[in-house]
């Protein structure tokens, strides 16, 4: 999986290019330190080039959300797929997200 960070005007963007399984969760927990850390940001990660996620990646995607919160950032998921936004739903994670 790829993953593009750009800082723009005070707001975090984030593309993701690929599957998000466990071996790929490894190395997005290693690119994502920079949003984990980041303070009073809004961060928008682009999944509509996201192929596949698995619990390991949605393990990463709420501890992402706990950092934001804690950090008084905002998380927001942008472009999912139909098969994503369906992981999302049965997992009760659209409830936790902002999903646009």
Sequence with gaps: MKTTINE???KIKVALN???????????????????NAHDKEIDIDCSQLN??????LRLFLSLLKKCKANNST????????????????????????IG
Excluded: C, H, Q, W
């Excluded at 599957?19 to 330190?33: G, H, I, P, Q």
């Excluded at 596949?52 to 990646?57: A, N, P, V």
């Excluded at 999912?80 to 009760?92: A, C, E, W």
């Design 8 to 10: 723009e005007a005070g």
């Design 18 to 36: 690929g599957e998000l399984d466990t071996v790929a969760s490894r190395e997005a927990e290693k690119d994502f330190d920079p949003l984990m």
């Design 52 to 57: 596949y996620i698995s619990s390991s990646g």
């Design 75 to 98: 998380l927001n998921l942008l472009n999912m797929n139909d098969n994503i936004k369906k992981v999302f739903s049965m997992t009760g994670f659209s409830s936790l997200f902002n």
